[in-house]
Antibody, heavy 118, light 106 residues
Framework: QVQLVESGGGVVQPGRSLRLSCAASGFIFSDYGMHWVRQAPGKGLEWVAVIWYDGSNKYYADSVKGRFSISRDDSENTVYLQMSSLRAEDTAVYYC???????????WGQGSLVTVSS | DIQMTQSPSSLSASVGDRVTVTCRASQNIDNHLSWYQQKPGQAPKLLIHGASRFQSGVPSRFSGSGFGTDFTLTISSLQPEDFATYYCLQSYSIPLAFGGGTKVDI
């Protein structure tokens, strides 16, 4: 069965960096684009970034552009989110999600909490 | 960038009620609209994609409609397990955008 498992979250000081991982299983990873979505405590969902199935394109929300970087390693079936220059407003649960050909998110990870605090 | 306006932000309903949630896009998004259900402490779950197509395994009481800029999610007969927050998502263009969410409670 399809599984997405995030890891790498935790407490980090403002200005520091953190890398999230999302390990995929149960499907042909290299066939799918992958997204990151975040949710601040008590708030709604916010789209963060996408990487194409072949890694050829990457796009970011304006709120993270220039600070976050998405990548993938198809040999490890893993997508990453490298976060730098972290701010308090980046505090959120971060979800990875698989995107279908019809552009919807059919599978999501369980989420990884990132807390940016001094 | 496309903005998604979802309404209402919350509603109170009873088991058996018909519930309707709407999303309006700031510009045409064809049918690139999906709906998600999220319960506290859980990841979102896909309900409807392509504005009106059922996701496998989702109960038939959930339905979606609309095209262009105006979209609707309908729950025909609310069940106890349907009390949750619902989000729409436009995937017509990047940056993708979620609606603000609709919390359905008793």
């Amino acid at each position: 069965q399809v599984q997405l498992v995030e890891s790498g979250g935790g407490v980090v000081q403002p200005g520091r960096s953190l890398r999230l991982s999302c390990a995929a299983s149960g499907f042909i990873f290299s066939d799918y684009g992958m997204h990151w979505v975040r949710q601040a405590p008590g708030k709604g969902l916010e789209w963060v970034a996408v990487i194409w199935y072949d890694g050829s394109n990457k796009y970011y929300a304006d709120s993270v552009k220039g600070r976050f970087s998405i990548s993938r390693d198809d040999s490890e079936n893993t997508v990453y989110l490298q976060m730098s220059s972290l701010r308090a407003e980046d505090t959120a649960v971060y979800y990875c999600a698989r995107v279908t050909a019809l552009r919807s998110f059919d599978y999501w990870g369980q989420g990884s909490l990132v807390t940016v605090s001094s | 960038d496309i903005q998604m306006t979802q309404s209402p932000s919350s509603l109170s309903a009873s088991v058996g009620d018909r519930v309707t949630v709407t999303c309006r896009a700031s510009q045409n998004i064809d049918n690139h609209l999906s709906w998600y259900q999220q319960k506290p402490g859980q990841a979102p779950k896909l309900l409807i994609h392509g504005a009106s197509r059922f996701q496998s395994g989702v109960p038939s009481r959930f339905s979606g409609s609309g095209f262009g800029t105006d979209f609707t999610l309908t729950i025909s007969s609310l069940q106890p397990e349907d009390f949750a927050t619902y989000y729409c998502l436009q995937s017509y263009s990047i940056p993708l955008a979620f609606g603000g969410g609709t919390k359905v409670d008793i």
